[in-house]
């Protein structure tokens, strides 16, 4: 596959993944296209790096899962390293926990082995260019997750503060109440304003219990 922008040289690539019938069927499925080079391949994350340092490839193709350094370790190895070597990860796994940890590792973009290979090298033009390059489903996950309410979380102090305010108490008395001065009171009013977005105490009151902060009495 060629393309108006596709570089006259070869990209030159890398491939780790520890099943040796998957990394052979990845080089046999790459083998036949010119604007790719496939200059090493390893069986572990620690030997992908080690190949990323000698060879200082344009990108590396890893395996999500695998032992000795999985692809996360090893992403973050080979960002932090001297190579401009840019990442591409491309599992079976599409957890939001894996999307994250190989995102926050640093890798450039997210495939799943279910890619075709248009798209396959595709994403490796594009993640040698340092654009991000993300399988549908994992986008998906990725704008859902994005997409969810952040949970608000008040620490014991302030829920007790709150709970005061609900009672109808003034910013003296739920001092008294607490034990601490009426200042310390208004510093936990203004931290709870600011984690449930309100702008004053009765909405602060009725949005907690909306979300179950607070119980309704």
Known sequence: MTT??????????ILADDHTVMRAGLAALLASEPTIDIVGEAGDGREAVRLVERLGPDVALLDLRMPVLDGVGATAEIVGGSARTRVLILTT?????????????????????????????????????GETVLAPRVAQRLVARMRQPVPVALTARESEVLNAVADGLSNAEIGRRLFIGEATVKTHLLRIFAKLDVSDRTRAVVVAMDSGLLQRR
């Open 4 to 13: 108006a922008t596709t570089p006259e040289v070869p990209l030159r690539i």
């Open 93 to 129: 796994y599409d957890t939001d926990a894996d999307i994250e940890r190989g995102v926050e590792a640093g890798a450039t973009g997210y495939l799943l082995k279910d890619a075709t290979r248009e798209q396959l090298v595709e994403a490796i033009h594009a993640a040698s260019r």
